[in-house]
């Protein structure tokens, strides 16, 4: 009788970088014979993986929060495993151990390859039966997987992407910029750049199996070069454009300090190259700039605005902003405001600050009271609402090419899909018309919403 295989859960928190981590785990497992459960049967696994986010101190209680009610299920089955991946597992290390001593073994971001052995030897040890995944042999009691591992083996494993059209392929991990607030330098470690040759056949591979869009992950993808460093981002995208197959590209996440020339004309002239880019601004003050180590100013951020809107007219930006840094006057915050109201970005990303243990900013001065940080994080959110509403609204009439990912999750009877600018569209499915994930289509849009659009397929 066929052996039953061992069952695992994943629950990821956190970025897409995480998501693509958690894929690759997945798959690292799946090809080890171990089958993934999803949410609701996650009590049935015989090991539960967390892959944790700590770039925020709400994400880290989260985890902890779910961790801490997972002790008495282990108490309930003393065979299930724990283990814990990602930028809190890197973070903590043996503190982890120390605060969750039912935990079995740990990985950081850079050594999730090692986490498949690690599972495949707990799991072992619990049978006390040779086979299945390699072991290895007898290791430390508890595996912490945490060391600086600036390799390429966490980026090159198997993933096993659940939905198509769209997929996610890393091109380099870590970051050198060591902005004051961010723990991802202390987490992931230094940028590490993949060879293009591996993404361009990653990206072959994906088209086979009928992927039609990827996005080019990275912590700061401007600054990608090739190991053989004769190739940096924009030479990477001239290839990437070549692959047959795929239809779309995009890529996330830029820092403004990197956005080259090159770029903007990737950009603007690529064909498969989408209409949008996320260039985190965090704050329109200088001051705060500053302290946040981002290593420019409001005017260069502007600069970089007008010339990709100047070589691409209707490209679509959003950004990241931080409310509340330490030390922020009223003035930066209006200067936030500002710089908001000037350049009118299509979608953003805003947080309070957040202190993160490491972190310089973590030792400054002028920490705000929590509803400071709130209320202009709430007036931030507010009138870029007004604002994302207003451009949306100015689609009304347009025809847009949208990309088909499957059914509407509110309206089983639409189908949704994504503009090249990245904007989501609903439309009532044409039954005449088989579509499927992947398709494109051209749409009427008929109502621009505040998060998506509506669409209808224009009349013959
Ligand atoms: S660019 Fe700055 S904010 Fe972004 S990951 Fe690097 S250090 Fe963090």
Known sequence: MEKEKKKFYIRTFGCQMNFHDSEKISGVLSENGFSEVQDGDRDKADIIIFNTC???????????????????????????KIAVAGCVA????????????????????????????????????????PGGLDNGGPG?????????????????????????????????????????????????????C???????????????????????????????????????????????????GIKRIRFVTSHPRDLSEGLIEAVGGLEKLCEHIHLPLQSGSD?????????????????????LRGRLPGISITTDIIAGFPGETEEDHRATMAALRRIEFDGIFAFKYSARPGTPASKF?????????????????????????????ALEGSIEEV?????????????????RTNKIVNFSA???????????????IIRGRRHSLEGELPAP
């Open 287 to 307: 001051a705060v700039l500053a302290r946040m180590n981002r290593r420019y100013i409001l005017a260069d951020y502007m600069d970089k605005i007008d010339r």
């Open 365 to 393: 001065p002028g920490r705000l009271p929590a509803e400071v940080s709130a209320g202009r994080l709430e007036e931030i959110l507010a009138l870029q609402d007004e604002i994302t509403l207003r451009k949306n609204m």
């Open 140 to 192: 430390p009691d508890i595996d912490v997987n945490i060391g600086e591992n600036p390799g390429l083996a966490s980026m090159e494993l198997p993933a096993a992407r659940k939905k198509k059209p769209g997929a996610w392929v890393s091109i380099m991990y870590g970051c050198d910029n060591f902005c004051t607030y961010c723990i991802v330098p202390f987490t992931r470690g230094r940028e590490v």
């Open 194 to 244: 993949r060879p293009a040759g591996s993404i361009l056949d990653e990206m072959r591979r994906l088209a086979e199996d009928g992927f039609r869009e990827v996005t080019l992950l990275g912590q700061n993808v401007n600054s990608y070069r090739s190991p053989a460093g004769d190739t940096g981002f924009p030479g990477l995208l001239e290839m990437a454009d070549r692959v047959g």
């Open 430 to 444: 044409d039954p005449s018309m088989v579509l499927s994930a992947g398709d494109t289509v051209a749409l009427k």
């Open 90 to 129: 890197q973070q903590m290390g043996r503190e982890l151990l120390r605060r969750a001593p039912f935990v079995d073994c740990i990985a950081g971001p850079q050594n999730i390859h090692s986490l498949g052995h690690s599972i495949g030897r707990i799991l072992l040890e619990r049978e006390a039966q």
């Open 54 to 80: 700590s770039i925020r101190e709400k994400a880290e209680q989260k985890f902890f929060s779910e961790l801490g009610r997972l002790k008495r299920l282990k108490r309930q089955r003393p065979g299930l």
């Open 403 to 419: 990309m088909v990912e499957g059914p509407d999750e509110k309206n089983k009877n639409c189908l949704s899909g994504r503009t």
